[in-house]
């Protein structure tokens, strides 16, 4: 048990900056031709999520470098720091900056 196992986060309302800044990504993303379908927490505090809508690999491959990019340059903006590292911090939950393939 890390402590995370509580829908609180997950379910609960985005901070204010985090919510303006993640609107900021997605309209910068849209303006590019990379839409995302949904951003919201996740289970780890201060841990929040988008997702690209599914492409051809190429595409989204690329934009997903761009969306990094991208959102890093936004979030100094609004004075965040996104980690993309899988597992920044031992023993809470990390973004799996997975991808899904079908």
Same mark, same amino acid.
């Given at each position: ?16 900056? =985090?919510?303006n ?20 927490? !996740? =289970?780890?505090?201060?841990?929040? !999520? ?16 761009i ?5 890093? !340059? ?8 996104i980690?993309?590292? !899988? ?16």
């Open positions: 048990n890390r402590g995370q196992q509580m829908d609180l986060n997950y379910f609960g309302a985005m901070p204010a900056v =985090v919510k800044c993640m609107d900021d990504i997605m309209k910068a993303l849209l303006r590019i031709g990379c839409p995302l379908s949904v951003h919201h927490n !996740e =289970v780890a505090p201060g841990q929040h !999520e988008y997702s690209p809508i599914f492409r051809l690999t190429n595409i989204s491959s690329d934009s997903n470098q969306a990094m990019q991208i959102s890093c !340059e936004i979030a100094a903006k609004h004075g965040l720091v980690l993309f590292h !899988e597992k920044p911090f031992a023993g809470i939950n990390g973004n799996g900056k997975h991808n899904n393939w079908s």
